[in-house]
């Protein structure tokens, strides 16, 4: 479910020269190793996006010498008590569109978002880059201007940055999981067995070890999940 609108530019971080041709991004996400992969993401991927504040509270957003920007990413769903009406509301008095991002995808949330003058609702089970093309449309950027950059440097002892082959339900559960779902939690959205959503997610470990990129970890699999467009 997602509805898009607008248009603006930006600059990049205090005391460096402004770029006009990119778009000044602000991420407000409390879950913070999701929070850094996003910015891992958009830094390696979306080159026509300057992300000048990646923020895990809504004091930390407003108070930041970077605030407002072109563009806001709104997670719906935070432990603070401001309202999404409110967020909303003060980034556009601010001057910023704002694109809620949300796993709580329902029409009451949606037209929550909206009425209070978001310009975009989008699930996060969507792929990063459909979530960065739909930035582009409200913000009228072309993206037959973006240049796609290669991730990091691989990890120690990576031979290939591979990309394992994964099966639907594979991807499926991987993309719930490092979107900050438990594994019960992917087994209930994917309405299939505990176990199974167990499996899935180990295979998608397994292949990961096999092409020499760790993922045992939870913030391994998110990290692998961004490299790989995963990420919700």
Known sequence: MSSVDGRQTGGTMPGNTPDPTRV???????????????????????????????????????????????LVFLDFQLKEPVSIEARVRTCRAAGAKVIVLTSLDSRESRDRALAAGAAGFLSKTLPMREVMDAARAIMGVRPNTVVQRDWRPLPVGATSQSRPKLSAGEIEAFRLYVSGFSTVEVAGKMNVQYETAKTYLRRVREKYAKANRPASKKAELIRRAAEDGYLL
């Open 24 to 70: 000044r991004l602000a991420i407000l996400d409390d879950h913070e190793v999701l929070l850094d992969s996003l910015s891992s993401w958009i830094y390696a991927n979306a080159p026509d996006f300057d992300l000048v504040l990646s923020a895990s509270s809504w004091l930390e957003l407003v108070h930041s010498d970077n605030f407002p920007t072109d």
